[in-house]
C-alpha cells in the first residue's frame, strides 16, 4: 500500500509539473499570435496564384531566351468535317484540320480565399520586461472549455474557397488564342446526286478540275499584270519621248504580247481539258 501511494504521489508530482510547464511556456507575445493565421492565409493565397502559372507552364514548353523564359504553348490536333455549296451546283464535304493551344481549351483553376472565419480561445498573462520596465502581454491558445485533465490547446479554421473569375489578362490570352486559329484542309470529297459522299472518281475528277480552275484563275492574273504593264509602259514611254526623244528608253512590246498570247494558249488548253472531263463523267456516270 505505502509502495502504491508513492507510486501515487509520483505520478501527481509529475501530472503536476508537466501542468506548470504547460500554464508557463509556449506563451508569445499577442499581436504575433493574432498575426499568424492572417499571415497564414496570405501564404496560402500566394500559393494558389503561383498555382495559376504552373498551370499554364504544364501547358507548353519551356525555352530559355539569354535571360527571358519564353513558354511555347503545347497545341492539339482536331479534325472535323464541313458541308460547303459549290460555286455552281452540288455540295461537297471538307475534311478541315485546326491547331488549337490546349490553353484555350482546358479550364484553369482559379481559386482563391473569399471569405475566412477564424476561431480560436486564447490564455494571456503580463510579463514585466527587465530591461525596459514595461509589461508586456503574452498569449497562447487554449482550448474553448478547458477541461482539468486536458491541456492541449485547440484551434478550428474555417475556410470559404470559391473560384473567382479569370483575370484580364489571361482573357485577352485566350481570346487573341482563339481568333488566331487557322483550318487546314486535308481532304474534299464530292456529294452524289444521291446525297451519298461521291466515289474515288468523282472525287479524283473533283479535285483535277480544281487544280486546273486555281492555274487558269493565276494565268488570268498574270496576263491582266502584264497588260497593265504594258499600258504603264506606254505612258511612260510617251512622256520620256516628248522630254528626251533621243534618250527615250525603248522596251520590248512584243516580248510581252507573245507572253499573253502563251498564257491565253495555256487557258484554252485547260479549259479545255476540264470540259472534257466533265462532259466524259457525265454521260458515262451520269454523275451517280
Known sequence: M????????????????????IMNNDFIPLDELV???LHALAQSGHRLRAQVVDAIKSMGTSKQNGQEETIHLNNINIA?????????EGYSVDSLQVQVPLL??????NLNVEKAEIDFSTEIKAVNNEETGENIIN?????????????????????????IPSTEGLMRLTDSLNSSQVAKKLDTRPVAVSGDLGSDAQ??????????????????????KISDMISEQERLHQISKDAFDEDTFEFDKDKYMMAQSNIVNRIMEYQEKIMNMEIKYGLEKDYE
Do not use: W
Open 2 to 21: 505505502p509502495y502504491k501511494k508513492g507510486a501515487a504521489m509520483r505520478e501527481n508530482g509529475q501530472e503536476e509539473q508537466e501542468s506548470g510547464e
Open 35 to 37: 498575426y499568424a493565421p
Open 80 to 88: 472535323y468535317d464541313r458541308l460547303r455549296p459549290e460555286a455552281e
Open 104 to 109: 484555350s481549351i482546358v479550364p484553369i483553376a
Open 139 to 163: 498569449a497562447r491558445i487554449c482550448a474553448p472549455s478547458q477541461r482539468e485533465s486536458d491541456f492541449l490547446p485547440k484551434i478550428s479554421y474555417k475556410l470559404k474557397l470559391a473560384s
Open 203 to 224: 472525287k479524283n475528277l473533283l479535285l483535277e478540275t480544281k487544280k486546273l480552275k486555281a492555274k487558269i484563275s493565276r494565268l488570268k492574273q498574270l496576263h491582266q
